[in-house]
Each structure stands twice: as C-alpha cells, then as structure tokens.
C-alpha cells in the first residue's frame, strides 16, 4: 500500500496528486476549499465547509506539502488576494492578505474574487480543493 493510499479515508474521493492535511474540525481532505489568509504575521488555512481556521506553514503548498516551486499570480500589483500557484503539483490556493485589508473574511471574499478563478481557469494550474458557493463556476 502507497503512502497516498494510506491516507485516503472511506467515504472520500481522492483527487491525485493532492495530499491536503485535513481540517482538524471537519476532517475533509480533498473537497473543502483550501485558502490562505494571513493576519498578525502568522498563516491560516481555511475551510469553506466548517469555516474553521488552522495555523498552516508559510510558503507550503496545501494541495502536496511541497515548499519547492511556490509562487503567485495576482490581476493588479496591489492586489489583496493573489493565487499561490506550485509548480510541484500544478495546483494553486487563494491567499488573503488581512494584513493589507482587516475587512476580508476567507470564505466571503474567496466567492468575492471570481475575478481571480477566471483568469487562473486558463493557466497550467488547477485549482486545490472544492467551494459550495461556488457550484457551477
């Protein structure tokens, strides 16, 4: 048995190659969104199905767990939600930057900039984790 077969849970439909820690609330792996947000100099990871935040690694992909190949895509230079792409997995995340803006919240603000999903709808990348909110986009 693979390392990722082992951390498939019944009942969960992996998506290779991510290997996304889950929520430690709702224990979703590979369905809940998974976004960046930072604020007071530390990093969350937030989980569009339960809402809840969790202290995550600066500059680690949440979709493999790589630290190689990380880096961002952004529609305007002073853009506070940027897609953090990796070059490891071809995935990429949402980063929220409360430090620029106190008003964002995670999952509002994530539906908020469709903007963003467009422009990286068309990339080499594809998107780490799943929205409810964002069903049929």
């Given at each position: 048995?693979?390392?990722?077969?082992?951390?498939?849970?019944?009942?969960?439909?992996?998506?290779?190659?991510?290997?996304?820690?889950?929520?430690?609330?709702?224990?979703?792996?590979?369905?809940?969104?998974?976004?960046?947000?930072?604020?007071?100099?530390?990093?969350?990871?937030?989980?569009?199905?339960?809402?809840?935040?969790?202290?995550?690694?600066?500059?680690?992909?949440?979709?493999?767990?790589?630290?190689?190949?990380?880096?961002?895509?952004?529609?305007?230079?002073?853009?506070?939600?940027?897609?953090?792409?990796?070059?490891?997995?071809?995935?990429?995340?949402?980063?929220?930057?409360?430090?620029?803006?106190?008003?964002?919240?995670?999952?509002a603000d994530d539906v908020a900039?469709?903007?963003?999903?467009?422009?990286?709808?068309?990339?080499?990348?594809?998107?780490?984790?799943?929205?409810?909110?964002?069903?049929?986009?």
């Amino acid at each position: 048995m693979s390392d990722d077969e082992s951390a498939v849970r019944p009942g969960v439909i992996p998506e290779p190659p991510f290997v996304i820690s889950p929520d430690p609330v709702a224990l979703f792996e590979r369905r809940a969104a998974r976004l960046r947000f930072l604020a007071e100099g530390a990093r969350y990871a937030a989980c569009a199905t339960c809402c809840t935040l969790w202290n995550e690694v600066r500059i680690k992909c949440l979709a493999c767990g790589s630290t190689k190949g990380i880096g961002y895509r952004a529609l305007g230079d002073a853009a506070v939600i940027k897609a953090e792409v990796c070059d490891e997995c071809h995935g990429w995340t949402k980063i929220l930057y409360a430090t620029r803006d106190t008003a964002l919240e995670p999952i509002a603000d994530d539906v908020a900039s469709l903007g963003l999903d467009a422009a990286m709808a068309g990339s080499d990348w594809r998107r780490a984790g799943f929205n409810p909110f964002l069903i049929g986009f």
